[in-house]
C-alpha cells in the first residue's frame, strides 16, 4: 500500500503553522478528551453495575447483555442523522445536546425497576449519544491538517484509556457504597457517572467554539494559515447531498472491515471485570487491578500514531496490533495461571485499540465536508453493531460454555478475520481513491 501519511501544504508567508496548532491543542483537545473520558465511563458503567445488578434484577448473563447491547443498537440508528445536524448547528450547540441528555439518561438509570426499563434507557442512551465520535472526528477534519489527524485521533482516544482506568477505580469503590442513603451500589455507579455529563454542559457552552472561525483564541493570521493549509488538501468527487456518502462502496467497504475493532474492544472491556472477580479479586481489587489494561491501552495509543507519524503510515499499523490482539486474546484462554492469562489480556487491550487512529485516518483523508460528517457517521455506526454483537455474543458463549475465557476464544478468531481483511483490502480502497 502506498504510504497513508499526507502532507499539509507550505505555510503562506512563512507564517508559524507549529504554534497555530499548538494554540489549537492546548485550547480544543483537553475539552474533548475531558467530553469523551465522561461519555467513555458512562459508556463502560454497566460492565461494573452488571457486578450487582444482575442479580438485584433477576436477569441471567445473556438477558443483561442484550440490554447493555441495546445502546448499540439506538447509536446505529441515530448515529448518521446526528452527524448531520451537527453540520449544521456546530460542534458547541450539538455535543452540549449530546452531554445533557445522556449524563440525564444514565442517572435514570440508577432508577430502574425492571428488565424492560432497562432496556428502553440503554437504547435511549444510544440514541442521546450517536454522533459524539465521529462527530469529534469531523470537527477535527475542521481544525487540523490531514498529516496531523491520526495522532490528534489517538490523543483523543487515550481519553478512553484513561477513562476505564477511572471507571475501574470508580466502579468497583461505588459497588462498596452499597447501603448508603438506601441505595444499592450499583445504583450508585449509574448516579455518579451520569452527573458529570450534566455539569459539564454550561463549560462546553462557554468554551467550545463551534468552528476555527468563531475562536477566539486563534489571531486572523492564525485562521489564515489553518483556511490555507486545509484548502490546500485534495477535493471531494462526490457532489450532491451528503447522504451520497452513505452508499459510497469505500465508506460501506471500510464499515465492513472496522467490524472487528469495536467487536474485541467492547467484548474485551465489557468482560474484563467479570474475568478479573472470577480471579477471586474483590470488587475494590477488582477495579485497582483493571486500571492496569488501560494504561497500556494509553501507551499503545501515544507510541503507534507516533511510530506511523515518524516512520510514515501503512497498513501495518493497523494490521499488526489487531493480530497481536487475535494471539494474546488467544493466549489468554490457553496458556495456564492468572498472572498469565491477565498479562495477555493487557497485551490484547492494548493491541486492539492501537490501530484506531491510524483507521480513521483513511475516511478522513477520502472525504471532506458534510460528506465527511455522513460518511464517518456510517463507518462508525455500522462498525459499531460490532459492540453490539460482542455484548451478547460475549455472555451467550459464557453462558453455554461456564467458562469466563472461552468467550476470549470468539473475539480472538473475529479480529484475525479482520485484519486479514484489511490486508488485502485496504490498499485497493487507498490506492483507487478518488479524489475525494
Not at 18 to 37: A, D, F, H, K, Q
Not at 130 to 149: D, H, M, S
Not at 267 to 285: C, D, E, H, M, R
Not at 333 to 355: D, E, I, Q, S, Y
Amino acid at each position: 500500500m502506498h504510504d497513508m501519511k499526507s502532507a499539509a501544504g507550505e505555510s503562506p508567508a512563512g507564517w508559524d503553522g507549529e504554534g497555530t496548532l499548538r494554540r489549537i491543542s492546548r485550547r480544543l483537545m483537553p475539552l474533548l478528551c475531558i467530553m469523551y473520558l465522561i461519555a467513555y465511563i458512562d459508556r463502560q458503567n454497566v460492565s461494573y453495575a452488571k457486578l450487582e445488578m444482575v442479580d438485584a434484577l433477576g436477569l441471567s448473563e445473556a438477558a443483561y447483555g442484550l440490554g447493555a447491547s441495546l445502546f448499540f443498537l439506538g447509536y446505529f440508528l441515530f448515529e448518521a442523522p446526528a452527524n448531520m445536524i451537527l453540520a449544521k448547528v456546530g460542534a458547541r450547540l450539538w455535543f452540549a445536546r449530546i452531554m445533557g441528555t445522556w449524563g440525564l439518561i444514565t442517572l435514570a438509570l440508577g432508577f430502574t425497576q425492571d428488565a424492560t426499563m432497562f432496556y428502553v434507557l440503554r437504547f435511549l442512551l444510544g440514541v442521546s449519544e450517536a454522533g459524539f465520535f465521529p462527530g469529534v472526528l469531523y470537527v477535527l477534519t475542521l481544525w487540523y491538517p490531514q498529516a496531523r489527524r491520526a495522532q490528534m485521533v489517538g490523543w483523543f482516544m487515550i481519553a478512553s484509556a484513561v477513562a476505564n482506568a477511572v471507571g475501574s477505580l470508580i466502579g468497583g469503590a461505588l459497588l462498596e457504597l452499597g447501603g448508603l442513603a438506601g441505595l444499592a451500589g450499583w445504583q450508585w455507579v449509574f448516579l455518579a457517572t451520569g452527573a458529570p455529563a450534566v455539569l459539564l454542559v454550561p463549560v462546553v457552552l462557554m468554551a467550545l467554539p463551534s468552528t476555527p472561525g468563531d475562536a477566539r483564541f486563534l489571531s486572523a493570521a492564525d485562521k489564515a494559515w489553518l483556511a490555507s493549509e486545509l484548502a490546500a488538501e485534495p477535493k471531494q468527487a462526490l457532489e450532491g447531498s451528503p447522504w451520497r456518502a452513505l452508499v459510497d462502496p469505500r465508506v460501506l467497504l471500510l464499515a465492513a472491515l472496522y467490524f472487528g475493532m469495536p467487536l474485541g474492544a467492547y467484548g474485551l472491556s465489557y468482560w474484563l471485570p467479570t474475568i478479573v472477580k472470577g480471579f477471586g479479586a474483590s470488587n475494590l481489587q477488582n477495579g485497582i487491578i483493571n486500571v492496569i489494561p488501560w494504561i497500556c491501552v494509553a501507551l499503545a495509543l501515544w507510541a503507534v500514531p507516533r511510530h506511523a507519524a515518524r516512520h510514515g503510515a501503512t497498513r501495518w499499523h493497523i494490521v499488526a496490533p489487531m493480530l497481536i490482539a487475535a494471539a494474546a486474546l488467544l493466549g489468554s484462554v490457553v496458556l495456564p495461571g492468572a498472572a498469565v492469562k491477565f498479562a495477555c489480556l493487557c497485551l490484547a487491550a492494548a493491541a486492539v485499540f492501537a490501530g484506531q487512529p491510524m483507521f480513521w485516518s483513511v475516511p478522513q483523508r477520502l472525504l471532506t465536508g458534510a460528506h465527511a460528517a455522513a460518511g464517518l457517521a456510517a463507518i462508525n455506526s455500522i462498525g459499531n453493531l460490532g459492540g453490539f454483537v460482542a455484548q451478547n455474543a460475549v455472555p451467550a458463549v459464557r453462558d453455554a460454555t461456564g467458562s469466563n475465557l472461552a468467550p476470549m476464544a470468539l473475539l480472538s478468531a473475529a479480529l484475525a478475520l479482520s485484519a486479514a481483511g484489511f490486508f488485502l483490502l485496504l490498499p485497493r480502497i487507498t490506492d483507487g481513491r478518488r479524489s475525494a
